[in-house]
Nanobody, 117 residues
Framework: QVQLVESGGGLVQAGGSLRLSCAAS????????MRWYRQAPGKQREWVAL???????NYADSLKGRFTISGDNAKNTVYLQMDSLKPEDTAVYYC???????????WGQGTQVTVSS
């Protein structure tokens, strides 16, 4: 099993930046990918970014250029750097881990990001 704890959310003005963290523990050797998702009030959860164990990254088209996903293997932590934030980025941000053999998904509890105009 894998445990995930997100942090770093908060209130920021439009145009500002935040860096979210997702600390992983447990069966880390079995993780294939790590992803960030977000869910705005009244909307479905949407995929934001992905990072593989090899360090390859991918992003939702609408967020390319503003969001950057990265990982620190020594700290077992994945980050989401969010720049030029907009009010429409307001959401609860979740990280998840996909395991390599079972493809099971584990989720963190989420961290709230609020962008004021």
């Amino acid at each position: 099993q894998v445990q995930l704890v997100e942090s770093g959310g908060g209130l920021v003005q439009a145009g500002g930046s935040l860096r979210l963290s997702c600390a992983a523990s447990g069966s880390l050797f079995s993780i294939l990918h790590m992803r960030w998702y977000r869910q705005a009030p009244g909307k479905q959860r949407e995929w934001v970014a992905l990072i593989t164990t090899g360090g390859s990254t991918n992003y939702a088209d609408s967020l390319k250029g503003r969001f950057t996903i990265s990982g620190d293997n020594a700290k077992n932590t994945v980050y989401l750097q969010m720049d030029s934030l907009k009010p429409e980025d307001t959401a609860v941000y979740y990280c998840n881990a996909e395991l390599s053999l079972s493809h099971s998904l584990y989720w963190g509890q989420g961290t709230q990001v609020t962008v004021s105009s």
